[in-house]
């Protein structure tokens, strides 16, 4: 049981630093003064898209926090 739950741990570790990487940052618009502005013409994202990115890494990051403390948790009790 441990094993698996380690399993998911790690699968959903991966998802959310995947999730992470796929936001634009905060300072894109600084980013862009630096640059001459010709990125934020090429790779504009849809605010909808940003916004669903942002719901999806608090789901994950709370269920990555669950689980650890279901393995901890399971780990302490069964050992």
Known sequence: ???????VLVVLGVLLIFVILLQ??????????????SNQVTNRRSK?????LGK???VLAIL??????????LFHHLK
């Open 64 to 73: 990555l926090f669950l689980l650890t403390m279901l393995i901890a948790f």
């Open 1 to 7: 049981m441990i094993f698996a739950a380690e399993i």
């Open 56 to 58: 999806v890494t608090v």
């Open 24 to 37: 634009s940052g905060r300072s894109a618009g600084l980013s862009g003064v630096i640059a001459g502005g």
């Open 48 to 52: 909808g898209l940003d916004s669903f």
